[in-house]
């Protein structure tokens, strides 16, 4: 079983005093003689947090982006420009969609778009669950039974604002470790208990460790709040970091109701597994 070191190089908070903070999502994942990215965040921050924590963004093979929003992509050309091998990027097909709130861009930069379409870059595209380094998963597309957790802000694929956004294009990473599955978010679009339930369904369900990254509740009701915390108790992780969208009482809501198992993120923090 391998051995997984991630550290945070961007979110919305820092726990490095060296760090800086951006609304955004970056982990910088090595595995064995693999060095992935899952997100780059706006890009704000990524090459300052990688030089003040000791990452060299050059030695980054594989790029797995949790959707098209631009504070999960911009940083992109970060990255791409210094690579000094292909790198894979992993994506859902639809994160290349324009992505608007209300009339503000807010997919994919266009230095990003360029970026990507560079020589040294691989496009995965898939909506299917697969293996991106040994042993580590994305999820692909989630599927969404619960009403509970329809989208609670409707975003767009046109500034106009007559073509709603699914977001089908969110996904998660996980991976095996002997106390169960640990689990990577983006922002959650999709609800954090049917992510869950889907990683559980892909490991013939495996028990949850940890789950980290942002949860998307910042516009949640108290009624829907209640419905995520009474199926967070059933399915008990271990370790729960919430990140970056999650929300300030929605956070506070977690860590009163798992004290033991809340455990603070931010840029600069670093989980070995």
Not at 73 to 90: D, E, M, S
Request: hydrophobic fraction near 40%; proline fraction near 9%; include cysteine.
């Amino acid at each position: 079983m391998s051995r997984y070191h991630i550290t945070v190089l961007a979110d919305d908070t820092v726990s490095a005093r060296s760090a800086r903070g951006e609304h955004g999502l970056c982990f910088y994942i090595e595995s064995g003689d693999r060095r992935i990215l899952f997100d780059t965040g706006q890009g704000l921050v990524l090459a300052d947090n990688a030089r003040a924590l000791g990452v060299d963004l050059g030695l980054v093979d594989t790029i797995v982006l949790s959707h098209g929003h631009y504070d999960h992509t911009g940083g992109l050309p970060t990255v791409l420009a210094p690579a000094r091998a292909p790198v894979a990027v992993h994506l859902h097909p639809d994160a290349l969609q324009p992505k608007y709130n209300q009339t503000r861009a807010i997919g994919i930069p266009p230095a990003a778009r360029d970026a990507l379409a560079g020589p040294n870059v691989r496009l995965v595209p898939s909506r299917a669950p697969g293996e991106v380094a040994p042993g580590l998963f994305r999820t692909g597309e989630i599927p969404r039974p619960h009403s509970e957790e329809a989208l609670a802000e409707i975003f767009h694929l046109d500034p106009a604002g007559t073509t709603p956004d699914p977001l089908l294009d969110d996904q998660s990473l996980y991976f095996d470790t002997p106390q169960g599955t640990v689990i990577l978010l983006g922002c959650a679009h999709a609800g954090v208990i049917h992510i869950l339930e889907h990683v559980q369904t892909l490991t013939g369900n495996r028990p949850i460790h940890a789950v980290i990254g942002g949860m998307h509740l910042g516009s949640a009701t108290p009624a829907r709040m209640q419905w995520v915390l009474t199926n967070l108790r059933r399915i008990a992780p271990r370790l729960l970091v919430p990140m970056h969208c999650t929300g300030p009482k929605a956070i506070a809501a977690l860590w009163h109701e798992f004290p033991d198992a809340c455990h603070p993120g931010g840029a600069g923090a670093v989980f070995v597994f």
